[in-house]
Nanobody
Framework: QVQLVESGGGLVQAGGSLRLSCAASGRTFSDYTMGWFRQAPGKERENVAAISWSGSITNYADSVKGRFTISRDNAKNTVYLQMNSLKPEDTAVYYC???????????????????WGQGTQVTVSS
């Protein structure tokens, strides 16, 4: 079992920044590909960013490229999502997710991930 706890969400004005953190416990963090997803009311959960277990491979949704940065600190068992130039359409509940992966790969679909955090609300006002 892997337990994931997100933090760092909140209310921010358009153009502002937030940094989300996801602390993992329970297993060897560096065995896991990590992903950030978000879900807005009435919409499907979508992948925002993903990072391989080594951190050498990252991937972003087109809607956040150039604004969001995913990173991880395997010594601290934590993955981060730095969000800059936030827009009202970024408003959603943000979830981190973990998938054990032998290969140093990233995954884009929610169904690929095994463990999920409880989510943290991000609200961007216009």
């Amino acid at each position: 079992q892997v337990q994931l706890v997100e933090s760092g969400g909140g209310l921010v004005q358009a153009g502002g920044s937030l940094r989300l953190s996801c602390a993992a416990s329970g297993r060897t963090f560096s065995d896991y590909t990590m992903g950030w997803f978000r879900q807005a009311p009435g919409k499907e959960r979508e992948n925002v960013a993903a990072i391989s277990w080594s951190g050498s491979i990252t991937n972003y949704a087109d809607s956040v490229k150039g604004r969001f940065t995913i990173s991880r600190d395997n010594a601290k068992n934590t993955v981060y999502l730095q969000m800059n130039s936030l827009k009202p359409e970024d408003t959603a509940v943000y979830y981190c997710a973990a998938k054990r992966s032998i290969s140093d790969s990233v995954y884009y679909t929610a169904s690929a991930y095994t463990y999920w955090g409880q989510g943290t609300q991000v609200t961007v006002s216009s």
